[in-house]
């Protein structure tokens, strides 16, 4: 059973359609990263989850139980780390996950050793200071901690890296690649590079419904035959090449490389032979390629 399904989900906001009929299932045990530009609705796809907010139409299930707004059954299934996570400054790490764990009804031998794995887990066991002093990555890491306090089946997570440097980044990523296969990670985020690092699952939001999910090698083979490397040895004639005029394309000034796409990948194949002959052309390589997840992300949402 999937751990999480949105059937026919539409959310508006006055006038404003933010979901359109959104159908969408996560699969248990995926990273799974839920992508959109911005004001595509993936906040508020995540608060109808958290029975925060109340769809219009549609339903939602949670490990195959109906979420309802303003009930929290469903989400005892479910951690949370918000874009912002809120703390109290005047604690240290230790005591705000007792804290947390005691408001949620932990017993007291179970939280002291699910404080210290998860504090372990987070990079944060031997940090005793006031969290008022944490940097974003620190902050975000126990707000990782809080969110699986109560082992979830899945982690629900706002944009948990678009805050911070490349090194904070990093140290996030690999925290939730490390729950693969025990807890769900279910993500959002505008960082390509991200999700290229370690989801095996994405959906993309686009106009109020997902656009483009499935998993990221699946999706690059299947549009794979819509994009043509050519590969030059210096970027004389790399340049040359580009000039003739191609409508679709993006060059690689490192490896001087340009990739075109068509939509008939044949037909682009003889146009661009009859092109390097024409010129007196000798490429390195003509490949065809699997495009990037950005690609994928720009030919969706264009
Ligand atoms: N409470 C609200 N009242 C009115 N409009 C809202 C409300 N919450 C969100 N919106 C609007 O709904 C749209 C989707 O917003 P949402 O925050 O879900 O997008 P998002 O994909 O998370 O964007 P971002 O990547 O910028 O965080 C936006 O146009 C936003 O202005």
Redesign the pocket.
């Known amino acids: 059973m999937p751990i999480l399904t949105l059937e026919h989900v539409t959310k508006r ?2 006038r ?1 359609m ?1 979901l359109n009929d959104l159908n969408l299932i996560v699969p248990e045990g995926r990273i799974f990263g839920f992508l ?1 530009e ?7 796809t995540m608060k109808l989850i958290l029975g925060l907010l109340r769809a219009d139409q549609g339903v939602i299930k949670v490990n195959g139980e109906p979420v309802t707004f303003g009930q929290t059954t469903t989400n005892r299934l479910i951690g949370y780390l918000p874009d912002v996570p809120a703390f109290y400054d005047y604690m240290r790490p230790q005591e705000y996950l007792q804290l947390c764990g005691e408001i949620s009804g932990l017993s007291k031998d179970c939280l002291n050793q699910r404080s210290t794995e998860l504090l372990t887990h987070v990079g944060l066991a031997n940090t005793h200071q006031k969290i008022g002093g944490f940097s974003r990555g620190m902050k975000q890491r126990l707000g990782i901690a809080q969110a699986l306090l109560n082992e979830p089946r899945l982690l629900i997570c706002d ?1 948990p890296t678009s805050a911070l440097d490349p090194v904070g980044r990093l140290e996030i990523l690999d925290i939730l690649q490390q729950l693969k296969g025990q807890t769900t990670v279910f993500f ?1 985020t ?1 960082v390509l590079a991200d999700v290229e690092r370690i989801c095996d699952e994405i959906a993309i939001l686009h106009a109020g419904k997902i656009a483009l999910t499935g998993q990221i090698d699946d999706l690059k083979a299947k549009h794979a035959t819509h994009h043509l490397r050519v590969k030059f040895a210096t970027t004389a004639e790399l340049n040359q090449f580009i000039s003739l005029g191609w409508s679709d394309f993006q060059t690689d000034l490192v490896s001087f490389s340009v990739t075109l796409t068509a939509p008939d990948i044949l037909k682009l194949e003889m146009t661009v032979m009859q092109a390097l002959a024409t010129q007196q052309l000798t490429p390195i390589s003509l490949e065809r390629t699997a495009p990037t997840l950005e690609q994928l992300f720009m030919e969706v949402v264009q």
Do not use: L, P, R
């Open positions: 906001f006055g404003q933010v959109g911005n004001g595509a609705g993936k906040t508020t944009e959002s505008h």
